[in-house]
């Protein structure tokens, strides 16, 4: 597909940044043309637009003091994300000693200086301000930086004393409604820190997007490794998941790809505990005593905290430990990107032999007649009938990403004691039918879903039931394999699985990401495989392309 001529080259970004870093960082850059600012002093920030100026930016406004800082307070690097047709959010944390308690910089208050410009030498702001972090957020930055002009390339950056940040680059979406001829959207999941390295981040950082799609398991709350160990306990306190977000942004290949491109991303289960639904603990279904349901109310409340603090989301801070982060975007006449949240608001997990995702032997358990109650919900009823509004449109496509596969998924088609998982989709059937029967009532044309949880690279056919072989086709599903964790599947259930007339693709053992590029009239979903996450390096591939026509239903391979 060609590549738009306003979209960025990132060799010639990484190498403008190196430069300009290097110069930022001697302190002796800071001529200052412009004094305009805008403060704020809590989330979510307010942005002026600044005149167009030759500052670098902006003096401080505060009386708001300047820590001593000694060591370099932006190790966790730089990112933006939700992007909108006049802004954008951008993020960092201060951290000048990230193994330490909230970063190690134990002032309860700091200003932080920022700019926006339309270029990397930053001789054309678009918008600057001062923004004071606290201790109580780990000193976590978050501008929604207003006032931006639609479908146009961004730098961005922070200063802090003598100290400035690496520059980020970013973009804004098309007004909605204008003509868009074509997308591309980068689908990353589940990066496991201690089941390989971070080699997909790298290539990632060097594809040409509009937007990284991140749907969850940013982090594992696991302890120990397969191949590294970090050294952390399984954490419940939020100093415990802070680390646990250090290691992540450790890595410079994470780190770059942040910088490189505006993330829109979503949460699952491993940003808290494996396999929990709602207030309910990983145990499922399990009756819970006050004491268990109070630690961990506790837990997914530090959880939550701790994500926010770390991603460069449109909301927050968490309160009562409860965060909205459903939302959706719009892309021109091109697409609606609809991100739903799985985890939140979703009935308990069915108690019984197939309760959890990779239940002994690593197969499943039957599915539950419970998962066809309708009383039971994914997404709760709230959501439910906010995605009912965003999936009304007029754009050609309508995108939906969520967490996990959404497709039913018999692993043992040959057993009916085993092979389904309670905690996709198949284990709430219900929700399943009312979402894609809602897609075939309302007429939506150009469905398809991007999921991921399941460390596998899969293709599959969306039918209003799977309890009857000649239901509709409404959608198409495109699940992206892991960034670097590792799929437990015997053999014979990948077999098993693949087995399924409406599973195209279903490979476990390759690690990667998703490409998906989007035109009026088709959707191409490129597999991303590199050789391997054992070793620091890998070459990368595109081992499979799959392609959805507009106006038709189904999906085949190119």
């Given at each position: 597909?060609?590549?738009?001529?306003?979209r960025?080259?990132?060799?010639?970004?990484?190498?403008?940044?190196?430069?300009?870093?290097?110069?930022?960082?001697?302190?002796?850059?800071?001529?200052?043309?412009?004094?305009?600012?805008?403060?704020?002093?809590?989330?979510?920030?307010?942005?002026?637009?600044?005149?167009?100026?030759?500052?670098p930016?902006?003096?401080?406004?505060?009386?708001?003091?300047?820590?001593?800082?000694?060591?370099?307070?932006?190790?966790?690097?730089?990112?933006?994300?939700?992007?909108?047709?006049?802004?954008?959010?951008?993020?960092?944390r201060?951290?000048?000693?990230?193994?330490?308690?909230?970063?190690?910089?134990?002032?309860?208050?700091?200003?932080?200086?920022?700019?926006?410009?339309?270029?990397?030498?930053?001789?054309?702001?678009?918008?600057?301000?001062?923004?004071?972090?606290?201790?109580?957020?780990?000193?976590?930055?978050?501008?929604?930086?207003?006032?931006?002009?639609?479908?146009?390339?961004?730098?961005?950056?922070?200063?802090?004393?003598?100290?400035?940040?690496?520059?980020?680059?970013?973009?804004?979406?098309?007004?909605?409604?204008?003509?868009?001829?074509?997308?591309?959207?980068?689908?990353?999941?589940?990066?496991?820190?201690?089941s390989?390295?971070?080699?997909?981040?790298?290539?990632?950082?060097?594809?040409?997007?509009?937007?990284?799609?991140?749907?969850?398991?940013?982090?594992?709350?696991?302890?120990?490794?397969?191949?590294?160990?970090?050294?952390?306990?399984i954490?419940?306190?939020?100093d415990?998941?802070?680390?646990?977000?250090?290691?992540?942004?450790?890595?410079?290949?994470?780190?770059?790809?942040h910088?490189?491109?505006?993330?829109?991303?979503?949460?699952?289960?491993?940003e808290?505990?494996?396999?929990?639904?709602?207030?309910?603990?990983?145990?499922?279904?399990?009756?819970?005593?006050?004491?268990?349901?109070?630690?961990?109310?506790?837990?997914?409340?530090?959880?939550?905290?701790?994500?926010?603090?770390?991603?460069?989301?449109?909301?927050?801070?968490?309160?009562?430990?409860?965060?909205?982060?459903?939302?959706?975007?719009?892309?021109?006449d091109?697409?609606?990107?609809?991100?739903i949240?799985?985890?939140?608001?979703?009935?308990?997990?069915?108690?019984?032999?197939?309760?959890?995702?990779l239940?002994?032997?690593?197969?499943?358990?039957?599915?539950?007649?419970?998962?066809?109650?309708?009383?039971?919900?994914?997404?709760?009823?709230?959501?439910?009938?906010?995605?009912?509004?965003?999936?009304?449109?007029?754009?050609?496509?309508?995108?939906?990403?969520?967490?996990?596969?959404?497709?039913?998924?018999?692993r043992?088609?040959?057993?009916?004691?085993?092979?389904?998982?309670?905690?996709?989709w198949?284990?709430?059937?219900?929700?399943?039918?009312?979402?894609?029967?809602?897609v075939?009532?309302?007429?939506?044309?150009?469905?398809?879903?991007?999921?991921?949880?399941?460390?596998?690279?899969?293709?599959?056919d969306?039918?209003?039931?799977?309890?009857?072989?000649?239901?509709?086709?409404?959608g198409?599903?495109?699940?992206?394999p892991?960034?670097?964790?590792?799929?437990?599947?015997?053999?014979?259930?990948?077999?098993?699985?693949?087995?399924?007339?409406?599973?195209?693709?279903?490979?476990?053992?390759?690690?990667?990401?998703?490409?998906?590029?989007?035109?009026?009239?088709?959707?191409?979903?490129?597999?991303?495989?590199?050789?391997?996450?054992?070793?620091?390096?890998?070459?990368?591939r595109?081992?499979s392309?799959?392609?959805?026509?507009?106006?038709?239903?189904?999906?085949?391979?190119?």
């Amino acid at each position: 597909m060609p590549t738009p001529n306003d979209r960025w080259s990132r060799r010639g970004f990484l190498a403008a940044s190196a430069g300009l870093v290097a110069a930022a960082c001697s302190g002796g850059s800071d001529t200052r043309a412009s004094e305009t600012t805008t403060t704020t002093t809590a989330p979510p920030p307010s942005t002026t637009t600044a005149p167009t100026t030759t500052a670098p930016v902006a003096a401080p406004t505060t009386t708001v003091p300047v820590p001593t800082i000694t060591s370099d307070p932006f190790t966790l690097g730089v990112a933006s994300g939700d992007p909108l047709p006049d802004s954008v959010v951008i993020w960092t944390r201060l951290a000048p000693e990230p193994t330490k308690a909230a970063g190690g910089l134990i002032a309860d208050r700091a200003p932080v200086r920022w700019a926006i410009a339309t270029d990397a030498s930053f001789t054309e702001l678009a918008a600057e301000g001062e923004f004071v972090t606290t201790v109580d957020h780990a000193h976590a930055v978050h501008i929604d930086a207003t006032g931006l002009d639609p479908s146009t390339t961004y730098w961005y950056r922070f200063v802090i004393g003598d100290w400035t940040s690496p520059i980020g680059r970013t973009r804004t979406a098309p007004e909605p409604g204008s003509s868009v001829d074509s997308l591309r959207f980068g689908v990353a999941n589940c990066s496991a820190w201690k089941s390989g390295y971070f080699t997909p981040y790298a290539h990632l950082a060097e594809e040409e997007l509009d937007a990284v799609l991140f749907l969850g398991d940013y982090i594992y709350e696991l302890e120990g490794g397969t191949l590294r160990d970090h050294g952390l306990p399984i954490p419940f306190s939020l100093d415990e998941y802070r680390l646990y977000y250090t290691a992540a942004k450790g890595e410079t290949e994470l780190r770059e790809a942040h910088a490189a491109h505006p993330w829109i991303v979503m949460w699952d289960d491993h940003e808290v505990e494996d396999n929990y639904a709602g207030w309910l603990p990983g145990g499922i279904g399990l009756a819970l005593d006050d004491n268990a349901a109070a630690t961990f109310r506790d837990r997914r409340t530090a959880a939550y905290q701790a994500w926010w603090e770390n991603m460069p989301v449109r909301t927050g801070p968490p309160v009562d430990g409860e965060l909205r982060v459903y939302r959706d975007f719009e892309f021109g006449d091109l697409a609606k990107l609809t991100v739903i949240d799985d985890r939140q608001y979703r009935s308990p997990i069915i108690d019984g032999e197939g309760n959890g995702n990779l239940p002994r032997p690593f197969g499943g358990g039957p599915q539950l007649d419970a998962t066809f109650d309708e009383s039971r919900t994914m997404l709760g009823d709230a959501q439910e009938t906010w995605l009912e509004a965003s999936l009304d449109h007029d754009a050609t496509w309508s995108l939906l990403a969520q967490q996990t596969i959404m497709a039913e998924v018999d692993r043992a088609p040959d057993d009916p004691t085993k092979g389904f998982s309670m905690d996709a989709w198949d284990g709430y059937a219900a929700p399943r039918e009312r979402l894609l029967g809602h897609v075939r009532d309302a007429g939506i044309e150009n469905f398809v879903v991007l999921g991921g949880d399941i460390h596998t690279s899969a293709v599959t056919d969306l039918r209003v039931t799977y309890r009857e072989p000649d239901s509709p086709i409404v959608g198409t599903e495109f699940v992206g394999p892991s960034i670097t964790s590792l799929e437990l599947l015997l053999p014979e259930f990948v077999e098993g699985s693949r087995s399924n007339p409406h599973v195209h693709l279903y490979e476990t053992q390759s690690r990667g990401y998703l490409i998906v590029d989007v035109t009026h009239d088709e959707l191409v979903g490129h597999f991303r495989w590199v050789d391997t996450t054992q070793e620091p390096t890998s070459p990368i591939r595109t081992a499979s392309s799959w392609q959805v026509d507009a106006g038709a239903v189904g999906v085949r391979e190119i």
